[in-house]
């Protein structure tokens, strides 16, 4: 990153946006929501309690419709360390982008790399934050179309989500 910095630095610090550039229209009902993201974990403790670890399940099984094998894991493992990668995922979703973004980056992610279960997860996630079936949809295709063997992945992908989109209403 710093060497990204050092060669653009200085471009990004000198860039203007013309006068007439529109702001993005983000669809009807998006907008930022950082507390969609939040577990209710204590960020004055490093420490790790049976509560949080409570709190971040119940967090994940509203937001993804499961709770994560790593959660129980890494809270074992190294309880600082996932206390720490989880304050880091929650503030990373400020208050600038919409909310309904994060689930449809992760989900173009997770389509691009065949990742079901993660596909399923971010659809659900997406649905609670209010997307509609046609983002998901096109989200998924952009994925699809950025892999070589789309048709594969194609019948892949309708395998690990079609049953959640079959019962999305529009």
Not at 99 to 116: D, G, S, V, Y
Not at 119 to 126: P, T, W
């Amino acid at each position: 990153m710093t060497a990204v910095a050092d060669i653009s630095g200085t471009y990004l610090e000198d860039w203007d946006d013309p006068a007439d550039l529109k702001p993005v229209q983000w669809p009807e009902g998006w907008a930022p929501d950082p507390a969609a993201f939040r577990a209710g974990i204590d960020y004055t403790s490093p420490d790790l309690t049976a509560e949080e670890i409570q709190k971040i399940s119940a967090w994940h099984q509203r937001m993804h419709g499961v709770v994560p094998r790593h959660v129980e894991l890494f809270g074992r493992l190294h309880p600082r360390a996932y206390k720490f990668q989880r304050i880091r995922y929650e503030k990373a979703i400020g208050a600038t982008m919409p909310a309904q973004l994060a689930p449809l980056l992760t989900l173009q992610l997770a389509t691009l790399r065949l990742e079901p279960q993660v596909m399923r997860q971010s659809l659900h996630q997406a649905r609670v934050l209010g997307c509609r079936r046609h983002h998901v949809v096109q989200t998924i295709e952009a994925g699809l179309r950025q892999t070589m063997v789309h048709p594969l992945y194609m019948e892949q992908a309708t395998d690990a989500v079609g049953d959640l989109l079959a019962g999305w209403e529009e």
